[in-house]
């Protein structure tokens, strides 16, 4: 029988593991024995793999090591790209749409392990992620706003400017449920 364990219940599992193996040094059993993991979705960036992979490469998206991605999707989404904004030259980021591209199409989460950890705040750019960063619309300004971010206005915001709820102040930092 073939046990699948699905890539957002991977962290909960490498954690819950590793906090039950540290209460027990005695216990030589491996929780993850005999187990199969398969890559479920990529979602190194929200909405990218949304936006910029058609229907029929989900899959194959997904599967595709990170280091593999750029050299077999960027030109995939920069014709997505130039196809949500035709007049696209550069980004805020002063990114050309190959360039751009091929940042997307490698759909990993950046860390900084110093300085700054923000998704893009004007000067720091993709060096992680706060829960308090707004992707969606800093994805936005980099697809539609043009060198400067001023193009196409109505285009790059989503109009949320903050969670519905507070997040705590305390691990694991998100808000509480409704």
Request: proline share 4%; hydrophobic share 40%.
């Amino acid at each position: 029988m073939k046990n699948i364990i699905r890539a957002g219940s991977l962290l909960f599992i490498a954690f819950s593991a590793s906090f039950l193996t540290s209460c027990d040094k005695d216990d030589d059993t491996n929780p993850f024995e005999g187990l199969t993991y398969q890559q479920e979705d990529q979602m190194g960036r929200p909405a990218i793999n949304t936006v910029f992979v058609a229907t029929a490469d989900k899959d194959d998206f997904n599967e595709t090591t990170p280091s593999a991605m750029s050299g077999k999707y960027a030109t995939k989404f920069q014709n997505q790209l130039m196809a949500l904004n035709a007049g696209y030259t550069t980004n805020a980021l002063g990114m050309d749409a190959a360039t751009f591209s091929g940042a997307l199409a490698t759909d990993v989460l950046n860390v900084a392990t110093s300085g700054t950890t923000t998704f893009f705040d004007g000067i720091n750019v993709l060096t992680g992620r706060t829960l308090a960063d707004d992707v969606i619309s800093t994805e936005l300004l980099l697809i539609f706003g043009g060198p400067d971010g001023s193009a196409n206005p109505n285009l790059t915001d989503d109009n949320v400017d903050a969670n519905d709820k507070a997040f705590s102040n305390t691990f694991p930092y998100l808000a509480s449920p409704h």
